[in-house]
T-cell receptor, first 114, second 117 residues
Framework: EAQVTQNPRYLITVTGKKLTVTCSQNMNHEYMSWYRQDPGLGLRQIYYSMNVEVTDKGDVPEGYKVSRKEKRNFPLILESPSPNQTSLYFC?????????????FGPGTRLTVL | AQSVAQPEDQVNVAEGNPLTVKCTYSVSGNPYLFWYVQYPNRGLQFLLKYITGDNLVKGSYGFEAEFNKSQTSFHLKKPSALVSDSALYFCAVRDRIISSSASKIIFGSGTRLSIRP
């Protein structure tokens, strides 16, 4: 089954404790992206990647890091999480990142930073 | 700057009645427009998109949307609502300007659709 998977689905952590949220897709997509979803704000893009070793900032990159060492994986790293990073996070992928591409979303990771 | 507005946080409709979820946009030139749906505890799923051609776009689950250039709108519609349509709906836009960021997509804030039996 074609899908985007994220782990963990739920995470409660404390301020300053480094964490990684994994994202993997099995569709051989070139483009991958991370979003955060907050009430009343919709989805805001954190980082995106057009291909292996090619990443770029989205609208809200502060406090996050990403890497794209393999085509299928795009982990999101929070080096020193803070309470304002409490949110629902989605990973997405699309075939090429072209403007008409449909994005495929993972099931989401709900992060709480205490 | 690109922007998308979904003016209604919530839309309530009785089952069997027609539904409309509103979306307006601001972007340079003609946009590419998308609707996604989010069911509880799930990621977003693609519903439909407008690229070019016929202004009326048909998508999944009986939904359709009409691109209106003069009103800069892309409202989502369905002739007869089902209880199972209850979900969170997002409108999204991308511009066609080659020189701009190739991968920026702007999402609206979402509209919660509630269909009562």
């Amino acid at each position: 089954e074609a899908q985007v998977t994220q782990n963990p689905r739920y995470l409660i952590t404390v301020t300053g404790k480094k964490l990684t949220v994994t994202c993997s897709q099995n569709m051989n997509h070139e483009y991958m992206s991370w979003y955060r979803q907050d009430p009343g704000l919709g989805l805001r893009q954190i980082y995106y990647s057009m291909n292996v070793e090619v990443t770029d900032k989205g609208d809200v990159p502060e406090g996050y890091k990403v890497s794209r060492k393999e085509k299928r994986n795009f982990p999101l790293i929070l080096e020193s999480p803070s309470p304002n990073q409490t949110s629902l996070y989605f990973c997405a992928s699309s075939l090429t990142g072209g403007r008409t591409d449909t994005q495929y979303f993972g099931p989401g990771t709900r992060l709480t930073v205490l | 700057a690109q922007s998308v507005a979904q003016p209604e946080d919530q839309v309530n409709v009785a089952e069997g009645n027609p539904l409309t979820v509103k979306c307006t946009y601001s972007v340079s030139g003609n946009p590419y427009l998308f609707w996604y749906v989010q069911y509880p505890n799930r990621g977003l799923q693609f519903l439909l998109k407008y690229i070019t051609g016929d202004n009326l776009v048909k998508g999944s689950y009986g939904f359709e949307a009409e691109f209106n250039k003069s009103q800069t709108s892309f409202h989502l519609k369905k002739p007869s609502a089902l209880v199972s349509d209850s979900a969170l709906y997002f409108c999204a836009v991308r511009d066609r300007i080659i020189s701009s960021s190739a991968s920026k997509i702007i999402f609206g804030s979402g509209t919660r659709l509630s269909i009562r039996p």
